[in-house]
């Protein structure tokens, strides 16, 4: 398997909600990330999680709230979210230089 | 981290090689160079990454020249199905086993029938 799987694909919700957004990878890559993207701009990076430990947080507000249960997933909890945080969002694992990273298809985020 | 500059648009014709120069002039010593593509409303994928001199693979070819401040992506005989955007990423595999890099703003390639 040399996947990111990711779901769902597609999410409404309102800014009242709580959502969460999975990410999945069996390829033992011990590093597991979590990219924002708007429209024609380039992906940012908001968490690290480097063997199951959060390593880099990017100063993202506490209304996205990251977890990776075990190696080989990774979750991002989402409460009282704001329009402006519509976006999609990417998850992706890496190990090790030469490969890069493998990225999930992503979830489209769209808050109402 | 290192900042990596790029043409933010390029045209090209089916079948001839596209050359995507990006430059990254306080490169590390420790930092890869790593070339991605994506396509609308996906993630990126990963097409090529080396160090120094020149890399290929079954898609595409690095140069990095000596000194290092700049490498060039070359797709050779592109399609119409390479139209996509294209990142240069330099980072290094930190302790702790994560790479740590920053997207620039991407290279989007047109290809024209």
Do not use: F, G, R, Y
């Given at each position: 398997d040399t996947e990111v799987t990711q779901t769902p694909k597609h999410l409404v919700m309102g800014m009242t909600n709580k959502k969460s957004l999975k990410c999945e990878q069996h390829m033992g890559h011990r590093a597991m990330y979590w990219y924002k993207q708007k429209a024609k701009k380039p992906p940012e990076l908001m968490f690290v999680y480097s063997y199951e430990k959060l390593?880099?947080?990017?100063?993202?507000?506490?209304r996205f709230s990251p977890e990776c249960p075990n190696s080989s997933l990774l979750n991002l909890h989402l409460h009282a979210l704001q329009p402006e945080d519509s976006a999609l969002y990417l998850c992706a694992s890496s190990q090790g230089t030469g490969n890069g990273y493998t990225f999930g298809s992503g979830t489209r985020l769209t808050v109402v | 981290l290192a900042k990596t500059t790029q043409p933010i648009s390029m045209d090209s014709y089916e079948g001839q090689e596209v050359n995507i120069t990006c430059s990254?002039?306080?490169?590390?010593?420790?930092d890869y160079i790593t070339w991605y593509q994506q396509f609308p409303s996906q993630g990126p994928r990963f097409i090529i990454q080396g160090y120094k001199t020149k890399v290929t693979n079954e898609v595409a070819s690095l140069f990095i020249p000596a000194d290092r401040k700049s490498s060039t992506l070359s797709l050779p005989r592109?399609?119409?199905?390479?139209?996509a955007v294209y990142y240069c990423l330099v980072g290094d595999m930190v302790t702790g086993g994560y790479q740590k890099v920053t997207f620039g703003t991407g290279t989007k390639l047109q290809v024209i029938p």
């Open positions: 390593s880099i947080n990017e100063s993202v507000p506490s | 990254h002039n306080n490169i590390a010593t420790n592109v399609s119409l199905s390479d139209t």
